[in-house]
């Protein structure tokens, strides 16, 4: 992990998003979101090179964690060590689950680069993810589900949700919370 | 779902995300743990009688101070593995560093004691229970820290887990440390360390199942 990528321009206009989005400024955190998913499809793709099927699945995967952990981005830290760290742990912990199932060997090799090739190249090209999100967030209870496509997909505010659903808007925000934390659990489940 | 309209569900309304979002939480962790680490001692083991005289005792405040470091270095340890792409950097050292001390300050009161007296310094009167009980006292920080753990993000989950077993346990060895009579350097650089080691160890054999995200 080197300091280098903190000052490249790329690696500067995506913190300045982030941070911008962890305070609550959705434009800016789209931004973030769209351009580290290229990024990260660009770097599954040469690191599964075996298992193209896999990447547009794993895209998504990381970008969930990416939202649900964006709590843990320290501002001192570069941006790139961040998310080249949640990538790997993302891509590690899929080949680790395809080897529990397939018995697969040395499925780890060839991963001691640097965080620095997470922002050499993007990809815009996405091929079709197999496993269908909106689905496993079909499965999830009411009190999640329901405001997660209030707040979320129809893009109503906290306070239109809550009139809509009669919950309170603390149960809202922690109905999605917790909706998307169990969207990254049941996939984790489903692989 | 199309990955371009994931990205868009998941910046639809974000919500402002609260500063020192991880540090916060692991505060309640460590205040409720403690509380309950604390009632424990109290209901079952009880104050050492002699509190108000050990406090006193400059060998007293050497066997908390070496205690908090650890737990001070425990703690960093944990909030660095909480966060992806953090490097522990110096912590390891601050973790040794205390080990070293207290080890350094035993052999000098080992050397200056008679050999008859020498097993009396290390065993102490109390060393088949000491690190049972300060692995008991730390059960209940145990699950608190792992709760903390378990809404951030560590990416090495062995790791993570030894660092979160150790602050449990340094933790707790505070807490024993007002009802422990043991005051001589060589006991507590052997059964205080064993006992708060133990949770360490259930740490690095329950991370990578209860950690992961």
């Known amino acids: ?191 | 779902m199309r990955t371009d309209d994931l990205v868009a569900l998941l910046a639809t309304g974000v919500e402002p995300v609260p500063r020192h979002a991880v540090g916060r939480r692991y505060a309640v962790a460590l205040f409720l743990g403690m509380a309950a680490s604390a009632m424990l001692m109290l209901g079952l083991l009880g104050l050492r009688p002699d509190l108000a005289q050990a406090v006193r005792l400059p060998m007293f405040w050497v066997k908390l101070g070496f205690v908090a470091c650890l737990a001070w270095a425990s703690l960093l340890a944990t909030l660095r593995l909480s966060r992806p792409g953090m490097r522990l950097d110096w912590v390891p050292a601050a973790l040794v560093t205390p080990v070293l001390a207290i080890w350094v300050i035993a052999g000098v009161a080992l050397a200056g004691a008679p050999p008859i007296e020498r097993p009396e310094l290390i065993f102490g009167t109390t060393w088949q229970s000491c690190p049972w009980l300060i692995a008991l006292l730390s059960l209940p920080i145990f699950f608190a820290v792992f709760w903390a753990m378990r809404g951030q993000a560590p990416t090495q989950l062995p790791l993570a887990g030894t660092a979160a077993g150790l602050l449990a346990g340094t933790v707790g060895a505070l807490v024993y440390c007002l009802h422990c009579p043991e005051l001589q350097a060589p006991f507590v650089g052997t059964w205080y360390l064993v006992g708060m080691l133990i949770p360490g160890l259930f740490g690095a054999l329950l991370g990578p199942r209860l950690l992961r995200w």
């Open chain 1, 1 to 191: 992990m080197t300091e280098q990528g903190r000052s490249s321009p790329n690696e500067e206009r995506l913190r300045h998003w982030l941070l911008r989005g962890l305070d609550g400024d959705a434009a800016a955190y789209h931004a973030f979101l769209k351009e580290v998913t290229g990024h990260l499809r660009a770097y599954f793709r040469r690191r599964l090179a075996q298992l193209p099927d896999e990447v547009e699945d794993l895209v998504q995967e990381t970008l969930l964690a990416i939202h649900n952990q964006r709590h843990t981005y320290d501002i001192d830290l570069p941006l790139t060590a961040w998310v080249y760290a949640i990538a790997k742990y993302k891509l590690v912990d899929l080949l680790r689950r395809r080897a529990a199932k397939q018995a697969l060997t040395d499925p780890l090799d060839g991963l001691a680069e640097n965080a620095s090739e997470l922002l050499s190249a993007a990809d815009s090209d996405a091929a079709d993810a197999h496993r269908d999100l909106s689905k496993l967030l079909a499965q999830l209870p009411d009190r999640q589900r329901l405001p997660i496509i209030h707040t979320k997909l129809r893009g109503l505010t906290v306070a239109e949700t809550a009139r809509a659903t009669g919950m309170s808007e603390s149960a809202v925000k922690v109905g999605v919370h917790r909706g998307l934390k169990a969207l990254a659990a049941s996939i984790r489940d489903d692989t």
